[in-house]
């Protein structure tokens, strides 16, 4: 809505008062005062236009002192409407984006009708290469993520966070922001390829002579140890140890979960010195599939 001037406001670092920044005063939900001119967003935004227009009936000049006391109260907070106007303003350079923000920052794009909101997200994240790779946020934040990506249709956002998905605890899953996805039967089968992945693997560190029948029945590994097998001490425990991380893997299909097991499970145990070459390619391998953007159905 339109306001007068308030003193119980603070100037944001991005957009203080001064020239060429005194037209309009749009405050943030959290009390922050972005000083912008209108024109950028009147012709980026069909809202701020009729929102202008309505507010300043026939005021079509440039923007003189009797524009100075107008302000426009908004719902979004300043973290948002900084990113918004940092991309509107022709005078700035384009910002990179914050992942905690980004879910916002689209709602707010398609609030306001600003089309291009979708195209700066997408280009930002094709061709940040290294950042958005590696970028690290935990489960609640890929289920916004993902939300956010289908809901406004930024592919590869929801692939980001479809890779941390994969490799998260299974019991952060099963909440309503996600379960109610549209991408969550997606997701589950990703997870199950993911789990399959480490079974075959983790199976590569028992001998050609096969010392254990694997048999799954949902989550639980059943172990039966062959006969001949038995009284060889320091390879059933092997394969104990084994079969243990295949089930803690099936909880949680990542890396680092892998590994900490492995460091519970085996470390403490003697076993064959090629065991310990094969966990080195174990480790590249999953490195290598957990940087992989995942295919979305």
């Known amino acids: ?65 009797d524009n100075n006391s107008q302000s426009v ?27 905690t923000i980004l879910p916002k920052f689209l709602e707010a794009g398609r609030k306001y009708q600003i089309d291009e909101t979708n195209e700066w997200v997408t280009r930002w994240l094709n061709g940040s290469g290294p950042m958005a790779t590696s970028a690290k946020f935990n489960t609640q934040q890929a289920i916004e993520l993902l939300e956010a990506g289908t809901t406004f249709d930024v592919p590869r956002l929801s692939q980001l966070a479809l890779r941390v998905l994969i490799r998260a605890p299974s019991h952060e899953l099963f909440v309503p922001g996600l379960t109610g996805s549209k991408l969550f039967g997606h997701l589950m089968k990703l997870r199950m390829e993911r ?13 050609d002579k096969s010392a254990v029948n694997l048999r799954y029945v949902g989550n639980t590994t059943v172990r039966i140890l062959d006969r001949s097998y038995r009284d060889d001490g320091a390879y059933r425990n092997l394969c104990i140890a084994i079969l243990n991380i295949m089930h803690a893997v099936s909880l949680e299909p990542s890396h680092a979960f892998c590994m900490r097991s492995w460091s519970n499970d085996l ?31």
């Open 267 to 297: 470390d403490s145990i003697d076993y064959p010195a090629e065991v310990q070459n094969k966990k080195k390619v174990l480790q590249e391998n999953c490195q290598s599939l957990e940087l992989e953007l995942p295919i979305l159905p």
């Open 1 to 65: 809505m339109l306001e007068n001037r308030q003193t119980d406001l603070r100037d944001s670092v991005e957009f203080p008062s001064g020239p060429g920044y005194d037209d309009i005063r749009l405050i943030s939900s959290d009390r922050i005062v972005f000083n912008f001119h209108r024109w950028p967003l009147m012709y980026m935004s069909p809202v701020f236009r009729d929102m202008f227009e309505i507010g300043n009936p026939g005021g079509g000049g440039g923007g003189g002192s």
């Open 73 to 99: 109260t908004l719902s979004e907070d300043s973290g948002t409407l900084s990113l918004i106007l940092q991309f509107i303003d022709p005078k700035k350079e384009n910002p990179p984006l914050d992942f």
């Open 195 to 207: 789990i399959d992945w480490f079974r075959r693997a983790l199976t590569g560190f028992l001998s």
